[in-house]
């Protein structure tokens, strides 16, 4: 069974970096079918979708924070990341890992790590 965790720094200051990795196990990130998303939820709030990398290297981000995120992935540890610049407070939330399944009309998310905090505060 797929099994995805997230690892990384669970505070960072304004105005730095947020670096986070998904380690996954079970199943190859380069399998087609299959992209490979951050997913974040503010205190109080939704989920955001933030991004994907899918099978063959593909980025696609929330159009919202595509100017300062960066989506990468080290195939040779089956890991993915995420690295946020230039982060606020307003970055403060639990971030997830998981794994998209695309459909015809929507996709799903079937797989998913158990979440990370990271708070923003100086």
């Known amino acids: 069974q797929v099994q995805l965790q997230e690892s990384g720094p669970g505070l960072v200051k304004p105005s730095q970096m947020l670096s986070l990795t998904c380690t996954v196990s079970g199943g190859s990130i380069t399998t087609t079918n299959y992209a490979w998303a951050w997913i974040r939820q503010p205190p109080g709030k939704g989920l955001e979708w933030m991004g994907v990398?899918?099978?063959?290297?593909?980025?696609y981000s929330n159009p919202a924070l595509e100017s300062r995120s960066v989506i990468s992935r080290d195939t040779s540890k089956n890991q993915f990341s995420l690295q946020l610049m230039s982060v606020t407070p307003e970055d403060t939330a639990v971030y997830y890992c998981a794994r998209e399944r695309f459909g015809d009309t929507v996709s799903e998310y079937d797989y998913w790590g158990q979440g990370t905090q990271v708070t923003v505060s100086s």
């Open positions: 990398i899918t099978s063959d290297g593909t980025t």
